[in-house]
């Protein structure tokens, strides 16, 4: 259940929020609760017409699908107003843009969303902070980059998978760099040694 808490803790219901965003080249609505029983890839980014943001904002985008099939969406946060995420979707990738987007971005202009995830800056920019929201609203995994170093669509996206796996099989867990079909573990003294005496 998406929570009215202000702060984010894994283990625990997501801060709701709603606010603009810009989806489509249109201004809607987002809300946080209303994704609920999906999962959720929330990503937040320093500022708009910067440098790194683009590459994790586009390569976001062009793995969209991949993320929808397994029942995920994805929502981009900045502290930037609605027109300026416009005016950079309407900006071409070849000159710095980001093009047609497959997901929302939403503005956080008042910093509220920033604050209550704990990722905003002393300087007053979102940190690259990135959430895994589980189908009941609980945040599942938290991931805060420094400004200058951007993030993995692959990774997260792994991460994402193995989430998935342990509540699908409440009884087993992912070991380290886990990817599906690889084996996993019986979280138990004595079965566990299954696990390590295979590998």
Sequence with gaps: MISDIDYVKVGKPAPN??????????????????????????????????????????????????????????????????????????????????????????????????????????????????????QQGIVQHSLVNNLEFGRSVDETYRTLQAIQYVQSHPDEVCPADWQPGDKTMIPDPIKSKEYFTAI
């Excluded at 999906?38 to 708009?48: A, G, N, Q």
């Excluded at 929302?104 to 905003?120: A, E, G």
Aim: hydrophobic fraction near 40%.
């Design 17 to 134: 929020f709603k606010a603009t965003a810009v989806y489509d080249q249109e201004f809607t609505e987002v809300q946080l609760a209303e994704y609920l029983g999906k999962y959720v890839i929330l990503f937040f980014y320093p500022l708009d017409f910067t440098f790194v943001c683009p590459t994790e904002i586009i390569a976001f985008s062009d793995e969209y699908e991949r993320f929808r099939n397994i029942n995920t969406e994805i929502l981009g946060v900045s502290v930037d107003s609605e027109y300026s995420h416009l005016a950079w979707m309407q900006t071409d990738r070849s000159s710095g843009g980001l093009g047609d987007l497959k997901y929302p971005l939403v503005s956080d202009l008042k910093k509220t969303i920033s604050s209550s995830y704990n990722v905003l800056s002393d300087d007053g920019m979102a940190l690259r902070g990135l959430f895994i929201i589980d």
